[in-house]
């Protein structure tokens, strides 16, 4: 039988280890992924207790329709068109408060989009989105990406 005999350290081996320490500070200090929607509140955001009641759409050559439903402390409704050439933009887009005598409504404004083609399988957006009123900012929503499910 062989004798054990400790591998000294090598400098790829130090520079892996600080790598993985400074991989789980930085995780930690981010505090992980933003909330999903947020309310405006005067200078800053505030987190929505929110949920995904659906999201569908469908792709049509360049263009995508979809369909979204928030529930939890508000329900909001959003609904926008994408076009897809090569980059995904957003063409148009509404939004409203459901299910509230005072709802509110507005426009649909995309800070970012991640839409992944849907070649061989459901289409799936996601990003970052404003959802605005004439006087400003109602909502923003950090939509991870989600498979459109089929219109209804």
């Known amino acids: 039988m062989g004798s054990f005999r400790p591998v000294a350290a090598t400098g790829s081996l130090i ?3 600080m790598l993985l320490a400074g991989g789980l500070a930085l995780a930690l200090a981010c505090g992980g992924p933003p909330p999903l929607a ?4 005067g200078s800053g955001w505030a987190p929505l207790a929110a949920e ?7 792709r049509d050559g360049t263009r995508v329709v979809f369909h979204l439903e928030l529930g939890g402390e508000v329900r909001l409704v959003v609904e926008g068109e994408l076009h897809v050439d090569p980059q995904p933009r957003l063409v148009e887009g509404v939004w409203r408060e459901a299910g509230s005598a005072g709802a509110r409504r507005g426009t649909l404004s995309a800070l970012s989009l991640d839409f992944l ?13 404003l959802l605005l009123t004439p006087a400003g900012p ?12 089929a219109p209804r």
Request: hydrophobic fraction near 35%.
């Open 15 to 17: 520079v892996w280890s």
């Open 38 to 41: 947020e309310r405006s509140e």
């Open 117 to 129: 083609g849907g070649q061989g399988g459901r289409p799936s957006l996601g990003g970052r989105f």
């Open 138 to 149: 109602a909502y923003r929503l950090n939509l991870p990406a989600i498979p459109l499910d």
């Open 52 to 58: 995904v009641i659906t999201l569908s759409g469908q």
